[in-house]
């Protein structure tokens, strides 16, 4: 086979594996635990845990930008596919 092939259930299927894990990370970060209490270091230790959820925030961003990136590549693959297909039946005299 030549050329290209993609599964629209397959794209769809990444994306929303993509959207869900970004909602699930997102629901866990609504709870947080408790400041730890680690005596004399225990204001360094909030300020890298600090740290690790900003860092975090990035990745939930990072993997709801990229679900919406395939969906919208799928929509893009989609109309590709169905103006080649009608390109192909005028020339042929359909």
């Known amino acids: 086979m030549n050329g290209y092939a993609a599964d629209p259930g397959s794209l769809d299927g990444i994306a929303s594996k993509l959207r869900n894990g970004a909602n699930s990370l997102e629901e866990g970060a609504a709870s947080p635990p408790p400041p730890p209490s680690a005596g004399e ?3 360094v230790v909030s ?3 600090g740290a690790l959820s900003t860092s975090l925030a990035g990745v939930v961003e ?3 930008a990229a679900g919406d ?5 799928r929509e893009a693959y989609e109309s590709a596919e169905q103006d080649s297909r009608a390109d192909v039946e ?3 005299g359909r």
């Open 62 to 64: 990072g993997c709801g």
């Open 41 to 43: 270091i225990s204001g």
């Open 90 to 92: 005028k020339a042929s």
């Open 47 to 49: 300020g890298l845990v």
């Open 69 to 73: 990136a395939v969906a919208s590549g």
